[in-house]
């Protein structure tokens, strides 16, 4: 079964610019989530997507945004990019049966520079 | 915000002794889950323990849960130069754990 791929793995922006970044879950998943990780504010969760609909967000501003299609591959955009946005971004794909208690499967990230 | 905070927030071991990780949470929890990441890159899930659960093992690793101080701890025993890398403890913002919140982590590093 293969893993949770995010596209591209590496990324150089200037501010000001914006940038989309892919993710395709485990098949079978419906959840997909996001996370960004800085050294100063450690891992911090963005939103969660599960059949197309953003079903949680986090505390990010509007400049974040994301989408989920029909095949549960998600992306997300990141408008007027400032150099606090520099990161690793990481994407995580769950079953999320009813119930809960369903564990995670990250994928590898997307390693984001601003200058 | 960080919902969970590690503790130590770095710890140095030899080979083959134990490890042990603190993680406080500050709001009821459905489950706690443990997470490993090796040198910035993805995290690997570890365990997970229900809200009623107070302890769980797999393999090398055990894992305490405390809902009425808000704790957990993640023992690895006999380390490996292998283990080392940073853990982190996550709670969900809704039931189906799907929405982590992680604490700070510890980093562990493990010599040989």
């Known amino acids: 079964k293969a893993g949770v791929t995010q596209t591209p793995r590496y990324l150089i922006k200037t501010r000001g610019q914006q940038v989309t970044l892919s993710c395709s879950p485990i098949?079978?998943?419906?959840?997909v989530s996001w996370y960004q990780q800085t050294p100063g504010q450690g891992l911090q969760f963005l939103f969660e997507?599960?059949?197309?609909?953003?079903?949680n967000k986090g505390n990010f501003p509007g400049r974040f945004s994301g989408r989920q299609f029909s095949n549960s591959r998600s992306e997300m955009n990141v408008s007027t990019l400032e150099l606090g946005d520099s990161a690793l971004y990481l994407c995580?794909?769950?079953?999320?049966?009813?119930?809960?208690?369903?564990?995670?499967?990250f994928g590898q990230g997307t390693r984001l520079t601003v200058v | 915000s960080q919902q969970g905070e590690e503790d130590p927030q770095a710890l140095s071991i030899q080979e083959g002794e134990n490890a042990t990780m603190n993680c406080s949470y500050k709001t009821s929890i459905n489950n706690l889950q443990w997470y490993r990441q090796n040198s910035g890159r993805g995290l690997v899930h570890l365990i997970l323990?229900?809200?009623?659960?107070r302890e769980k093992h797999s393999g090398r690793l055990r894992v305490t849960l405390d809902t009425s101080k808000k704790s957990s701890s993640l023992l690895i025993t006999a380390s490996r130069a292998a283990d080392t890398a940073s853990y982190f403890c996550?709670?969900?913002?809704?039931?189906?754990?799907?929405?982590?919140?992680f604490g700070k982590g510890t980093t562990l590093s493990v010599s040989s």
């Open positions: 323990i229900r809200s009623n659960e």
């Open positions: 996550a709670t969900d913002l809704n039931q189906a754990g799907t929405a982590l919140i």
């Open positions: 995580a794909s769950s079953f999320s049966m009813t119930g809960g208690n369903t564990e995670a499967f």
């Open positions: 997507y599960f059949s197309e609909t953003q079903r």
């Open positions: 098949s079978g998943h419906r959840s």
